[in-house]
């Protein structure tokens, strides 16, 4: 049996922790010491701190919806579809490197700093487009200025979800580890939803008080919005403190990369092959609803547009309370494949009906609502949360922002594709596809992805510890001197 030691501790100490699948037996050899109230309070702050700082993140996601009918209202000959995809789809790009790199901060360095990097990013990239103007009054030099500075938010958007989701995961194992998936979807997906809602209500508040002719006015204003967001969460960021997980599991240096594929390849096809087909899905419908909702509408006229938008992010709203509400007695996979089958369902009903449904705009904005209400009580509520929960603490937020980035690939190349399928296809197919990408991820999430209901995360870390053990891995554990330990073959 191998054994890890304290690594204040001399080689030759008689003090062994064996790993077991217990917390409790990696966990043994540290002396509990009375905790402060800084510690205790600490996981609340952090967890209050990922719900802020993904409301700015879903505000962000979807202030494009009404930026593009505004855009194509004021420059109808420079805001083609090609400019339009290519604004639209910055954040995403800068989503997918945000993801990857602050993930491996999360892990290397810390989440309190992968946190707080995310928030000024987000901060920087919301002033640069609430500023944005091109050379010489060039509308064309606009574009691409929104198109860097949304690319910088991007990368803050994207890094949030490793580091709120990591931390917030870890913060509910300790606190409340029977109730951790329903408390993760709520300060996660939840407040990612609703920043949709608030999107459109600031829109149109904006809009009543500056009026349609102002819309200079009204866009500067709504981005400047996303300035303010990221800023309610300083506070709680410094506040905060590692988890006792993180502090006991971190690993800084030698990670077994090799070893981690060989151990974690199934879960990894699992988490970013479903999280691929919901992003590919339920990003661009969401960027292009106002557009199509526009489209349907008799005039275009940017108000209607917008109330209807408000519906729309409305019913789909409930699905996360569903998602929260199943997610223990249901099960992660299961949920998760409920509302894929929303995809498929009503995907196929709005694709199959598309040019008679329009013609009843309350009723396609109620099943296209729908639509969306099951993605998130499925894959929107599930994936961030079983992305948390099937890695060990080491690599957790290496994997979820992984995982992640995959996914807002498929967003980008769902937004890249959008457009054409729409003008060479037709708008039905936008829904028929969605359809034929719910019942991929079906079959997916029930061949790939792990299911962690109830499992406390320690468990995991446990095992995996045992893992590299036995595979010959030595090398350093945990965050700070009184915690770290070397994992050593015994002769």
């Not at 008689?14 to 010491?33: C, I, N, P, Q």
């Not at 995809?85 to 800068?94: A, F, M």
């Not at 993801?99 to 919301?126: E, H, N, P």
């Not at 008679?356 to 599930?382: A, E, H």
């Amino acid at each position: 049996m191998e054994s890890y030691k304290p690594a204040n501790s001399s080689p030759s100490t008689d003090e062994k922790v064996k790993f077991g699948t217990e917390a409790e037996e990696v966990s043994g050899s540290f002396e509990e010491k009375p905790l402060t109230r800084k510690q205790r309070l600490s996981p609340y702050f952090t967890i209050s701190a990922a719900a802020f700082g993904l409301i700015s993140d879903g505000y962000q996601n979807n202030l494009m919806t009404m930026a593009n009918v505004v855009f194509k209202k004021l420059y109808p000959n420079d805001y083609t579809p090609d400019v339009s995809t290519r604004v639209s789809n910055s954040l995403l790009v800068g989503a997918i490197l945000g993801q990857v790199v602050v993930g491996i901060i999360c892990d290397r360095i810390g989440r309190k700093a992968a946190l707080m990097i995310t928030t000024a990013l987000i901060v920087l990239g919301a002033t640069l487009t609430t500023s944005a103007n091109g050379a010489g009054g060039s509308v064309a030099g606009l574009f691409w200025f929104l198109t860097f500075a949304r690319g910088i938010t991007g990368i803050g958007v994207g890094g949030e979800y490793p580091a709120s989701s990591t931390s917030a995961s870890e913060s509910a194992n300790e606190k409340m580890i029977k109730h951790r998936g329903p408390v993760f979807i709520m300060v996660t997906n939840f407040v990612l939803s609703v920043g949709g809602p608030l999107a459109v209500s600031v829109f149109l508040v904006v809009l009543s008080a500056a009026g349609e002719n102002h819309l200079q006015i009204v866009w500067r204003v709504c981005f400047g919005f996303g300035i303010a967001l990221p800023l309610t969460v300083f506070y709680f960021r410094i506040r905060m403190l590692s988890s006792v997980l993180y502090q006991k599991g971190a690993m800084k240096s030698q990670v077994p990369y090799g070893l981690i594929f060989r151990r974690y390849w199934k879960s990894m096809i699992g988490t970013c092959g479903a999280w691929f087909l919901y992003d590919f899905i339920t990003f661009p419908n969401g960027v292009f609803s106002g557009t199509i909702i526009s489209s349907i509408i008799h005039d275009g006229d940017i108000k209607r547009t917008a109330e209807w938008q408000l519906l729309l992010g409305a019913i789909a709203l409930p699905g996360v309370f569903i998602g929260a509400l199943l997610c223990n007695p249901f099960g992660r996979r299961n949920t998760m494949m409920l509302g894929f089958s929303g995809y498929l369902v009503f995907g196929l009903i709005i694709g199959l009906t598309y040019d008679k449904i329009t013609r009843i705009i309350p009723l396609f904005v109620i099943f296209y609502g729908l639509m969306q209400s099951f993605g998130n009580m499925g894959p929107g509520d599930m994936l961030g949360l079983v992305s948390a929960e099937s890695y060990p603490t080491p690599i957790r937020g290496t994997c979820y922002g992984i995982s992640a980035a995959v996914g807002k690939a498929g967003a980008a190349i769902g937004t890249q594709a959008f457009t054409p399928i729409q003008l060479h296809l037709g708008k039905k197919w936008t829904f028929i596809i969605a359809a034929i990408c719910g019942t991929t991820g079906i079959i997916v999430t029930y061949f790939f992805v792990p299911d962690m209901t109830g499992v406390d995360l320690a468990d995991e870390d446990a095992k995996f510890m045992k893992y590299l053990s036995e595979n010959g891995w030595t090398g350093m554990i945990g965050e700070d001197e009184h915690f770290s330990s070397v994992v050593k073959e015994e002769k």
